[in-house]
């Protein structure tokens, strides 16, 4: 138990074990796990981020929805007016397209009618020249009585 | 036990390093080398201790070799799990930059460590295969060879770790104060007048020395001590039982301990030399 050479045996050993290990055996194992540590942390940002990006993309998916949904019911809604106005001019062009039909059927009948009376008169009045004739019996200047018979058609 | 054979032989025998030397004759062994003085070897100490500290580097570097980044073996792991421990505790306690502390400190925790369990090995096996091999290869008496397994019980080594401590404390305090920085430290503290120079040069190089001292002793003299009762364990009861279980159940807590302490004194004293006051 005394002291000796062992000492400086020792010591020589504890040198060469502390410069060993220095060199060789600390900065590998460290530089490993502090890479690890490194990937690691890495890797939480990343799924992080992933996870914020889902998020995002999610809310970004229901804003779009929204927006179509919304989109969609303006459509219908506009296409619903468009119809109704639509059917609303049409009712109301068939209307109109009678009503002139109408009208022109109308007028052409007054103008037939117009005709017709026109002719009527025409022909009454030389019935009523020819009638008068006959009565008369005799020759009669037309041209000279011409004032009365176109008098007559006046009254007619 | 023969009569020739007492107990106090038995316990002086478990408690005598192998020891060789160099006389006129050669190369001399144990009792022979009674007169050798400082120049005798403990060859066991010697060996062991050696051989722990090669088996813990093989096995680091081993398995810095094969460390990945990726995900690590069982046997990576725990090894890493020691590293980062250590680390740990260094970045704990030493705030400065040093490239030599946390190797420092794992070399010491883990070769004490070793050394420390060397306790935990059955007092007489040891021994007793030394004392065979002795007297069957080299026709030597049985009770003339030795054989102490626990190189931490020898004051040898426990100083020359300390001693190692102290170099580097040496160094870093002149390291980082300078030559005159730590002169003053050691002459005018903690009573800053030149009247106490005197004074405060005792106190502080007494505290200086105390630190590597207070390193050796208190690892040998717990290691001393166990090794001393399991010794006296093995004279009693019936191949050592029942005392020897709880005594060594009881070592699974002092052993890591006692190198973990060394470890961390160690850290303390180097953060404290590279501090300025």
């Known amino acids: 138990m005394n002291i000796n050479a062992t000492l400086i045996g020792q010591l020589i050993a504890f040198a060469v074990f502390v410069w060993f290990c220095m060199k060789h055996v600390w900065p590998p194992l460290l530089g490993a796990i502090e890479e690890r540590q490194k990937k690691i942390a890495d890797g939480l940002e990343a799924s992080e981020k992933a996870e914020k990006d889902l998020e995002e993309a999610q809310a970004q998916v229901a804003e779009q929805l929204k927006d179509a949904k919304a989109q969609a019911a303006e459509i219908i809604d506009q296409a619903k007016k468009r119809a109704s106005q639509i059917v609303d001019e049409e009712t109301q062009r068939g209307h109109a397209e009678r009503e002139k039909i109408i009208a022109q059927g109308n007028a052409e009948i007054e103008a037939e009618r117009n005709r017709a009376k026109e002719e009527l008169r025409k022909q009454v009045s030389a019935l009523a020249v020819a009638g008068a004739e006959k009565i008369l019996a005799r020759e009669i200047d037309e041209k000279a009585q011409a004032d009365i018979v176109a008098k007559l058609v006046e009254e007619l | ?277």
């Open chain 2, 1 to 277: 036990m023969a009569s020739e054979y007492s107990t106090t032989d038995y316990i002086n025998h478990h408690l005598t390093n192998a020891v060789m030397c160099t006389t006129e004759n050669g190369i001399a062994f144990n009792k022979a080398c009674k007169d050798a003085g400082f120049w005798a070897w403990h060859v066991d100490t010697l060996a062991w201790s050696i051989g722990l500290g090669v088996l813990f580097l093989w096995i680091f570097t081993s398995a810095a070799k094969k460390a990945t980044t990726g995900v690590p073996t069982k046997g990576q792991a725990f090894i890493e799990l020691v590293v980062d421990f250590v680390n740990q505790n260094v970045r704990d306690t030493f705030h400065g930059k040093s490239a030599i502390i946390a190797p420092l400190s794992l070399t010491i925790f883990v070769w004490v460590l070793l050394m420390n369990l060397m306790d935990l090995v059955p007092v007489d096996i040891l021994p007793t295969i030394a004392g065979l091999i002795g007297s069957t290869f080299f026709g030597m008496d049985p009770h003339d060879v030795y054989m102490k397994a626990v190189p931490t019980t020898d004051l040898n080594l426990t100083f020359a770790l300390a001693i190692g401590v102290f170099f580097l404390i040496l160094y870093y305090s002149i390291k980082m104060k300078g030559v005159s920085g730590f002169m003053k430290e050691l002459t005018l503290q903690p009573f800053n007048h030149p009247a106490f120079i005197p004074v405060n040069f005792i106190l502080e190089s007494v505290t200086l020395l105390a630190r590597p001292v207070s390193l050796a002793l208190r690892l040998f003299g717990n290691l001393y001590a166990s090794e001393l009762i399991f010794i006296l364990i093995a004279t009693l009861g019936f191949f050592q039982l029942p005392l020897h279980f709880p005594w060594a159940v009881f070592h699974i807590l002092v052993l890591p301990l006692q190198a973990f302490i060394f470890m961390m004194l160690t850290i303390v004293y180097l953060s404290l030399a590279c501090e300025d006051h």
